[in-house]
């Protein structure tokens, strides 16, 4: 079976709970007809797990979280627009003076 063209954030989006409407429902049907996507699902999973079972010790704070996740919104805006949508404590976007980085505050 040929290689999927379903982008990696599709994967992350599900296992997080994150596709909604459409978009889930499109998944879902694409994972009934799709055994590569099944299974590389199925590898996404056990390494969510896998994650999960190792947290670090320590959580990243929020202002450093919220850096981090403008950073890549501002490289990546298509990949991470649909993640940044889903997150209650990331409202607003503005520019940083320094460089024109968008900036995430929390609310």
Known sequence: MGPCDVD???FLQYLGSELHGQELKDFRQHLRNCAGCRT???EEQALSILLRRSRPLYSVPPAL???ILAMLAAYFP???EGYLR???DITTRTQN???GVAV???K
Do not use: E, H, S, Y
Request: aromatic share 0%; hydrophobic share 30%; with cysteine.
């Open 8 to 10: 990696d954030l599709v």
């Open 40 to 42: 590389r699902l199925a």
């Open 65 to 67: 979280r919220a850096r």
């Open 78 to 80: 298509a990949r991470t």
């Open 86 to 88: 889903g997150k209650q």
């Open 97 to 99: 003076p320094k460089g």
């Open 104 to 106: 995430c505050r929390r």
